[in-house]
């Protein structure tokens, strides 16, 4: 910056002459200047052009390494397509369900049967307390009607190791 006093003595003088001579080296200068720019236009241009193309790559090889997750929805079966197989056993109760899993947990919300692995614990115990000729043990929820007697029949394996450990057997 130039002090106040440099200012007044700029301004107060005249500008320098211009001869053809300067005028010509300016025009040089600026058309110098000009192809430098045209020049550095074009590297950029160039550059940009290599960016587009590297962005490309590393979105393609990022693809290619971690595919995209496919979010699709779970095809679930229309009421009328289950097979209800699955029967509440408990009187006066006409509940059909189409898996094991939903009429258990029936059984344990709407009878106070207790869960599945509950119930054949107790079985298990109730069965062992008779080949022991001991009295049932008590239980706070309700069984199915014949659970003693259907869980006698398909765990036949259970009750053989029974009776071979008892060396008896028992008659529901």
Not at 63 to 73: D, N
Not at 75 to 101: H, M, S, V, W
């Amino acid at each position: 910056m130039l002090s106040d006093k440099e200012q007044v003595e700029f301004l107060g003088k005249k500008p320098p002459a211009c001869t053809k001579s300067t005028i010509e080296k300016l025009m040089m200068n600026f058309q110098q200047i000009s192809r430098n720019i045209d020049d550095l236009d074009q590297d950029l241009n160039q550059l940009a052009k290599r960016l587009d193309y590297l962005e490309e790559s590393i979105t393609e090889h990022y693809t290619l390494v971690q595919p995209q997750k496919q979010e699709t929805k779970k095809k679930r079966r229309t009421a009328n397509l289950i097979k209800r197989d699955f029967q509440c056993p408990y009187e006066k109760c006409d509940k059909i369900y189409g898996t094991d899993i939903s009429l258990n947990l029936h059984i344990r919300l709407k009878h106070n049967g207790g869960s599945k692995i509950e119930r054949e614990e107790l079985a298990k115990k109730i069965l062992e307390a008779k080949f022991q000729d001991e009295v049932e043990p008590e239980h706070s929820f309700n069984l199915p009607p014949n659970f003693i007697e259907d869980f006698y029949i398909h765990h036949q394996e259970y009750i053989n190791n029974l009776e071979k450990a008892y060396n008896k057997k028992i008659l529901l």
